[in-house]
C-alpha cells in the first residue's frame, strides 16, 4: 500500500528538501518504489534530482489547475525507481488561481489519488509557508506529514503555529493527518546549543522524534548543486549515513503501523 507523507514546516531552510529527496533516494535503494511530488514554487527538490526547468513543457501547476494529466507530467529521475513530480516557478501562480477553485484545498490529494498502489512511497515537499500549496500538502498526505526541525536557536519558533494549521487540516479536511515524526536536522555536535535544541524538542514532542539525528555536513549541502542526492554523491559520508538510517526508521515504523488504509 502506497504511503504519503508530506514535509511541512513554515521556517525556511530547515532541511525538508533535503529530507524529501534524501528519503526517496535512500528508499528507492532498497528496492521500494517513490514519486516525489514538488509543490514548491522554488522548485528545489527538482533541481537537486538533477531535472532541469529547461526541459520541462509541464509541472505540478498545469496538474494542479487541470491542465495536464499527472501521468503526463511526472518524470523519471536518474535514481532507478524515483520518479518525480517536478515544479516551475509558474506554482507560484497556483497559491493565486486555485483560490478560487472548487475544493481548492483537496486538488493534490485528489490528484494523488491516481498513484495510490502504483508507489511504495510518495513525500511531497512544500515551500517555507501555510499557503494554499501546503494545506494541499498536508491535505492530500494520507499517512502524515514529518516535521523537519533545524538544531539551531530558535527552533521552536513557529511550530505553534504549524501545529495549528496542522490540527486545522485534520479536524475539517484530512481526519487522517497524524504527526508521523519530526526530523532533528543540521545538528552539530560541537556545539552545546545543539544538544540543548534536541533535549528541547525532544521535550516537545515525546513521541515523534526520530531517532536517527542529521548532522550539519558540507556533503549535504554541496549535493543539490550537482543534480545528485547523498547517496550518490558522497555515499559514505556522515550526512548519508544519517539518512539512510532515518530511512531505515521509517520503514521500522511502518511495519508496526497499518498504511493509510
Ligand atoms: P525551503 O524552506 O527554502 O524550502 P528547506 O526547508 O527545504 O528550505 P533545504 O533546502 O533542504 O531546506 O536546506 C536548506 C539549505 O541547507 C540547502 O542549501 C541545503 O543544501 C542545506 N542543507 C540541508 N540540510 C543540511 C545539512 N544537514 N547540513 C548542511 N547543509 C544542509
Ligand atoms: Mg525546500
Redesign the pocket.
Given at each position: 500500500m502506497t504511503r504519503v507523507y508530506a514535509?511541512a514546516?513554515q521556517?525556511?531552510?530547515?532541511?525538508?528538501?533535503?529530507?524529501?529527496v534524501s528519503l526517496g533516494a535512500y528508499l528507492a535503494a532498497a528496492g521500494l518504489s517513490v514519486l516525489l511530488v514538488d509543490v514548491?514554487p522554488?522548485a528545489?527538490a527538482t533541481s537537486s534530482l538533477g531535472v532541469s526547468r529547461k526541459i520541462l513543457t509541464h509541472s505540478a501547476y498545469d496538474v494542479l489547475l487541470d491542465r495536464a494529466p499527472l501521468e503526463q507530467v511526472i518524470v523519471q529521475t536518474k535514481q532507478a525507481r524515483m520518479d518525480l513530480l517536478p515544479a516551475t516557478p509558474a506554482l507560484a501562480g497556483a497559491e493565486v488561481e486555485l483560490v478560487a477553485a472548487d475544493k481548492r484545498e483537496y486538488q493534490l490529494g485528489r490528484i494523488l489519488e491516481r498513484v495510490i498502489g502504483r508507489y511504495d512511497y510518495v513525500f511531497i515537499?512544500s515551500?517555507?509557508s501555510l499557503g494554499l500549496l501546503t494545506i494541499n500538502a498536508l491535505t492530500a498526505a494520507r499517512d502524515g506529514v514529518i516535521i523537519?526541525v533545524q538544531c539551531e536557536y530558535l527552533a521552536l519558533e513557529g511550530l505553534g503555529q504549524l501545529l495549528k494549521t496542522v490540527y486545522m487540516v485534520r479536524d475539517s479536511l484530512n481526519p487522517r493527518l497524524i504527526i508521523a515524526g519530526v526530523v532533528l536536522?543540521?545538528?552539530d555536535a560541537r556545539t552545546n546549543l545543539s544538544k540543548q535544541v534536541v533535549e528541547e524538542i525532544r521535550r516537545y514532542f515525546p513521541a515523534y522524534v526520530f531517532k536517527a539525528i542529521?548532522?550539519?555536513?558540507?556533503r549535504?549541502?554541496?549535493?543539490?548543486s550537482y543534480g545528485e542526492t547523498i547517496l550518490h554523491y558522497a555515499p559514505a559520508s556522515v550526512?548519508a549515513l544519517a539518512y539512510q538510517a532515518l530511512a531505515r526508521e521509517l520503514v521500522q515504523r511502518n511495519r508496526t503501523m497499518p498504511a493509510g488504509d
Open positions: 514535509l514546516n521556517k525556511g531552510g530547515v532541511g525538508k528538501t533535503t529530507t524529501a514548491d522554488q528545489n515537499d515551500p517555507p523537519p536536522t543540521m545538528y542529521i548532522p550539519r555536513t558540507v549535504l549541502s554541496e549535493a543539490p550526512g
